[in-house]
Every structure is written in C-alpha cells, then in structure tokens.
C-alpha cells in the first residue's frame, strides 16, 4: 500500500511539473499581466472621460483607429460589440484632423518604434487626443502620445500573441469606459450588433454611415466609472479558466497530436479562420510551428490541388462555419472529397434571432462524422455565445465588448505551443 502510495505522489508531482511547464506558454502570461491591466483602470477612465467631452461636445469629431496594426484595428473596426464611432478615416475620407480622437496600438517598439514617430508628431500637431497601447519598456523619447497604456512587453522578449491580447484587452475596456463616461453627460454611443443576428444589419445600417457613424443618443442612466471595464476583465478570467480546464486541454491535445503527426510524415499543416482579429495573426511569424497558412478566400486557387487524404486543415472560425460553406461556394465539400481531416474551433450558437444561415451550419459535428470515413473531425470549442457582446449596458442593443477574438487568438497560439511542443519531443 505504501508502495502504491508513493508512485500516486510521484504521478502527482510528474502532473504538478507538466502543469508548471504547461503555465509558462501564451495563456499564462497573458493571465500574468491582468492585474497590471486592472491597475491601469482609473488612467483608462480619466482617458475616456476626456475623449467623451470631447466629442460630446463636438459630435462631428471622429474617433480613429490607427492603420498601423491589423490586428487590433481589426478588432476594433465595425464588431459586433463594438463602437460604431471608431473608424479609420474622417467622412471627407482624410486620414484625421484637427481635435480628432485617435486609438493606436504597438506591440514592440523594437520591431515598429521608428516608422510611428512621425505619424505621432502629426497627430499631436493637429491637436489630436492620443492613446496609445504599448510597452513603457523602450519607447523611444521622440514617441509622444498624451495616454500611454502599457502592454508590459519587455525588451527583446519573445511576441508570441500576449502583447496583441493585452493591447486588445486595454482596447475594450477602453471602449467600455469612453461608453460609460458619455452616459455621464447624458449620451450614449452607437453599438454594433453581430450580423449573426436577424436584427443585426437592420440595426447598423443606420450607424455605419458617415452621419451614423457621429450619431449620439441621450440617457437619464449614468453608468459608474470604472464598472464596466471591471465586469470586462471577470469576463476574460472567465474565459481563461475555461481553456485551462481539463475538457478543453484534452481538446488541445487531441487537436495537436493530428497535426503534429501530419508534420512529422513531411506534410504541410494548413491553417485558416475568419474572425475579425484571428485573421491577420495566422500570418504573423511570431507563430512557432511552420503553417501553412491561407484564407478561406483562395482555397480553391491556392491550395485544394495540394491536398492528399488524411491531410489536417486547422479552421479557427467564428461561429456555424461562415467561410467555409455558403451559397456561392462549399469549401467543405472540397474537403469532404479529398478526406482532409478538419480541426475546427468555433463557438456552434443557437437560440432566438440566430440567421438562418447560421442556423443551416451549426450541426457541423454531425455533417462532418456522417461524412468523413475515418478520422473524423476535432473540435475545440470557443466559450462564448450571441449576442457576440459580453457586457450587459442600459441603452440599446444592451450589451457590448466581445471576447470572441481573444478567445480565437489564444486558441491560434495555445495550439500553436502544444504542436511545437510535440515536435521536439519526436
């Protein structure tokens, strides 16, 4: 008994190291910098109250997200979720003017620093409200900004993806803040609504115009500073302790055997999504494991005639297939025909007021086990749901600040480690 005793403690320990090792990669690091996030909350207040007077004041001022970085303008840019008001370029399509707010992110000043120090200066001379997510660690002096948010890069430290979550973290809950302050003068900002929703167009048809775009409503409800930015960091704790539980990493590991045995046999490993940030990313050379990686857009040109049966395609997607199978084409079917093995991660949605082209893809389990001869396909779920919005707000569409992205790119790079992990062990 003793015996038996001792090698369940030794198994724990074993469990205990894999655990420690396991916490070192992208979910644990980004999980380490929320508290310095949360610290951030009264700045990112103090910032949107004053972009929030600002353009209360002036409602023809635009709130612009810089070009800069695709991911987080992706993000940003016209979600479900998300502010109509922020934009890319003013309505006489310049770039930005005078007194404008404007949104920029950077992930590492030692990869980008030098190229953003004129766009910088030329923000502050035209009087410009600057915010910026970045590193305080190597900012150059000559990069000025009048809000700097810290991502808490270090120098020289290896990207992979924690420096994107967390600009994209402080990203929403800035949009959180800047809502709630306009509530305390009385105003509330347009909010997007998923298009996933039958309700969804309908409702942005009006705010994605030039003049929609401005569009203030009024409220007798003030909301307090700093609440909702705080019910969004519950929201992304939530979501991480769900890809940390065991259902999922035994997802993970299924999902990463798969690929890694593809890899080891000289075959390439493809990968796709649609999403609004997970699809800049699967390009970026911050990735460990060699992808091939496409969108969804030039399968058929690109890559279908590469495919031999038992292949592995890593779809990251949004929800119901979208992308994959449509009216105009059935990307699926190619695969069905070439007997490509699929990992899909996706959040499958059902419910009240889902399109109904959303409601034809969500039983792709079914679709795909019916189907395929032999492996089927590997699921790792998505954890959140419709309205594509997380936070409960008193003014229509009544919710805003999505997770869907973050949880797709934590999915992209969390997979990604599991994989380059597997390779070196062969």
């Not at 190229?115 to 000559?142: H, K, M, N, S, T």
């Not at 420096?163 to 997007?192: F, Q, S, V």
């Not at 045995?261 to 911050?286: M, N, S």
Request: glycine residues 8%; aromatic residues 6%.
């Amino acid at each position: 008994m003793k015996h038996l005793l001792g090698l369940i403690l030794l198994f724990t320990g074993y469990l205990i190291l894999a655990a420690d090792e396991e916490s070192r990669g992208v979910l644990e690091r980004y999980r380490q910098r929320l508290p310095m996030v949360e610290a951030q909350l009264p700045e990112l207040v103090r910032s949107s109250e004053l972009a929030a007077t600002r353009i209360a004041a002036d409602p023809t001022t635009h709130l612009l997200l810089a070009r800069n970085d695709p991911g987080f303008f992706d993000e940003l840019l016209s979600r479900a979720g998300g502010l109509s008001r922020a934009w890319y370029r003013t309505a006489d399509n310049q770039p930005f003017r005078a007194g404008d707010v404007v949104l920029m992110s950077v992930r590492d000043w030692t990869a980008e620093g030098e190229a953003l120090i004129p766009q910088l200066a030329a923000y502050r001379e035209a009087g410009c409200l600057v915010i910026l997510f970045a590193p305080a660690a190597g900012r150059p002096d000559e990069a000025r900004c009048d809000f700097l948010f810290d991502n808490g890069a270090v120098v020289g430290a290896e990207l992979r993806g924690v420096n994107i979550l967390t600009n994209a973290t402080l990203g929403w809950i800035w949009c959180c803040e800047y809502a709630a302050a306009l509530t305390r003068l009385g105003k509330t900002p347009g909010i997007l609504r998923s298009v996933g929703l039958d309700d969804g167009r309908p409702h942005n048809r009006r705010l994605q115009s030039p003049t929609g775009r401005q569009w203030l409503g009024t409220t007798e409800t003030p909301v307090a500073a700093g609440s909702l930015g705080t019910r969004y960091l519950r929201r992304v704790a939530v979501l991480l302790d769900d890809l940390a539980s065991s259902p999922r990493q035994a997802q993970f590991d299924v999902a990463a055997a798969l690929v890694a045995e593809r890899l080891g046999k000289d075959r390439p490993a493809f990968l796709t999504g649609a999403g609004h940030l997970i699809v800049p990313e699967i390009k970026r050379a911050e990735l460990q494991v060699p992808w091939q990686s496409f969108r969804s857009a030039v399968f058929r040109k690109e890559i279908a005639g590469q495919l031999e049966p038992e292949d592995v395609i890593v779809w990251i997607g949004y929800t119901g297939q979208v992308g994959l199978k449509s009216d105009k084409d059935d990307l699926l079917a190619v695969m069905h025909e070439k007997q490509v093995r699929q990992v899909h991660s996706e959040a499958p949605v059902t419910g009240p007021h889902v399109t109904p082209e959303i409601e034809a893809h969500i039983d792709w389990q079914v679709l795909h086990r019916a189907t395929l001869p032999s492996p089927v396909a590997v699921s790792i779920e998505q954890e959140w749901g419709m309205p594509d919005a997380e936070i409960a707000i008193p003014w229509p569409p009544g919710w805003m600040a999505p997770v869907s992205g973050l949880n797709a790119l934590l999915v992209l790079h969390m997979l990604d480690e599991r994989v380059a992990r597997l390779m070196v062990k062969r």
